[in-house]
């Protein structure tokens, strides 16, 4: 049997935090409750965790630094961008010596914005509003947007590769990050920043990075790919009978180059949203379900979406070509988020399925909880991807509905883990959808760039059987 790691003494706490104080400045070292508090716990209030101690070293030395220190006294450390993270990611509470919060807002410098080769390269800490507007007066912008631009932290963006509203059109994160500077576990400084176009030198470490949820080396700056910002932009909300026709209604807007954004939600969600924010209905009757899109483009793009929206089988639509109204529109899916968690912490799945299977998917979630929560269901359509929120859940029936619904999700070809990462939150259920040889290559990737598994503990890989556990039959 292996020995269990020697516990972490107050006077332990103490020496790291004198030696972390030396590097990062005493008003860097949070050791009192009071300030810890808004780091260690989740925007959704279900994740939260006591630390340590929060560091917030200000660029990459004192990064590199601080991760040597806390590798030194054998203290875990989480790494944290804004906390906007769903799925414990970036929250402490996988070990139970306690971690270190490891703060990147700090590293928030953006470099200048290279307009020949549509690059820039930013500190971790840089929130996508900021890029967005350091790059826009260059005619230029960042593929990834979404709901939480404000607070989402670039950093924090690449460690869980999100997605966001316009992966239809540009990617996730990681076709948007052309190359990365992080720290080690042990603190040494690996630079894969050049971003090339062209640079076939070996494994794209920069690429796996992208997406290890802090679980392999910390980010501490990114390369950016910028993209021509086009200047005429027209949304359009669809009413549609079902999820069904919503989908249907893909086909024609999907040979539109100019598409940007395809987002669904239904009735019980728009409601929702609309009490919540006191905001005035789209239509004056409801409708089951509601497709969002927007077209961008050089030229005006809203006689195509019109041609493509009239072959959708739409009840009602509502179109918007300025800033405002538009924004108005974008508001009755982007501000689910925040209604759904105005009924208490929800259970949220973040799931993809195959497009042929996702109606079925949602017409059979009533019968899947059979009335043991109640489903809030909103995503990114053209990526099947569905943010299905359950609201009002016992606790005792949180893991026989996560079986539940993961399992189908399994069964139907889709992943358990579409933009939010897997985190803490979906660790346990890595195995519905990847087999054992496939677990342990990310195992060993792990023990590779983290043997003393210092970094983000509990998130992302299943736990280990315990030593001399027998396989349980199938
Ligand atoms: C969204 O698409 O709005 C985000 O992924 C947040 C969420 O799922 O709640
Ligand atoms: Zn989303």
Not at 61 to 67: C, D, K, N
Not at 320 to 343: C, I, P
Not at 356 to 375: I, T, Y
Request: neutral net charge; hydrophobic residues 45%.
């Amino acid at each position: 049997m292996t020995a269990a790691p020697p516990a972490v003494t107050t006077a332990d706490v103490r020496l790291l935090a004198r030696r972390l104080s030396a590097v990062v400045g005493d008003a860097h070292v949070l050791a009192d409750a009071d300030l810890r508090a808004p780091y260690e716990r989740d925007f959704t209030g279900r994740w939260q965790g006591g630390s340590l101690l929060v560091v917030r070293p200000a660029d990459t030395a004192q990064t590199a630094e601080v991760l040597r220190l806390c590798a030194g006294a054998g203290v875990a450390v989480v790494p944290q961008g804004g906390n906007t993270g769903l799925v414990g990611a970036s929250v402490p509470g996988g070990d139970a010596r306690g971690e270190v919060l490891l703060s990147l807002r700090r590293l928030d410098g953006v470099g200048p914005v290279d307009p020949r080769a549509r690059r820039v390269t930013v500190g971790a800490g840089v929130t996508l509003a900021a890029l967005q507007h350091q790059v826009r007066p260059h005619g230029l912008e960042f593929g990834v947007d979404l709901a939480s631009r404000d607070s989402a932290t670039l950093g924090g963006m690449a460690a869980t590769n999100a997605g966001g509203e316009r992966v239809v059109r540009y990617g996730t994160t990681r076709a948007n990050v052309a190359g990365v500077e992080a720290v080690t576990a042990d603190g040494r400084v690996l630079d894969r920043l050049a971003g090339l176009p062209k640079d076939n030198t070996g494994y794209d470490l920069a690429g796996l990075l992208v997406g290890s949820e802090g679980t392999l080396a910390v980010l501490t700056r990114l390369r950016l790919v910028l993209r021509t910002r086009p200047p005429r932009r027209t949304a359009a909300l669809l009413a549609v009978d079902s999820v069904a026709a919503a989908v249907a209604a893909l086909e024609p807007l999907r040979r539109l180059e100019s598409l940007e954004l395809a987002e669904f939600f239904t009735a019980d969600g728009l409601a929702l949203v609309l009490a919540h924010g006191s905001l005035p209905a789209p239509f004056r009757t409801a409708h089951p379900v509601y497709l969002l899109v927007e077209c961008a483009a050089a030229h005006d793009p809203t006689e195509e979406l019109a041609d493509a929206v009239a072959l959708c089988a739409a009840r009602e639509v509502a179109v918007a070509t300025d800033g405002g109204a538009r924004r108005r529109l974008a508001a009755y899916r982007e501000r689910h988020t925040e209604a759904v968690n105005s009924l208490g912490p929800p259970l949220k799945f973040d799931v993809t399925l195959p497009l042929p299977e996702l109606p079925r998917f949602v017409d059979e979630l009533p019968g899947l909880l059979a009335g043991r929560a109640r489903a809030v269901v909103f995503g990114h359509l053209a990526e099947g991807n569905v943010h299905l929120n359950l609201v009002g859940a016992a606790r005792s029936d949180e893991e026989p509905l996560a079986r539940a619904v993961l399992g189908r999700v399994a069964d139907a070809g889709g992943s358990i883990s579409a933009e939010h990462g897997v985190g803490r939150a979906k660790a346990a259920y890595v195995p519905l959808t990847r087999g054992a040889d496939d677990v342990a290559l990310m195992r060993a990737v792990k023990a590779a760039w983290d043997p003393a598994g210092i970094l983000n503990p509990g998130a992302m890989l299943p736990s280990p059987p315990p030593p001399g556990a027998r396989p349980r039959p199938a």
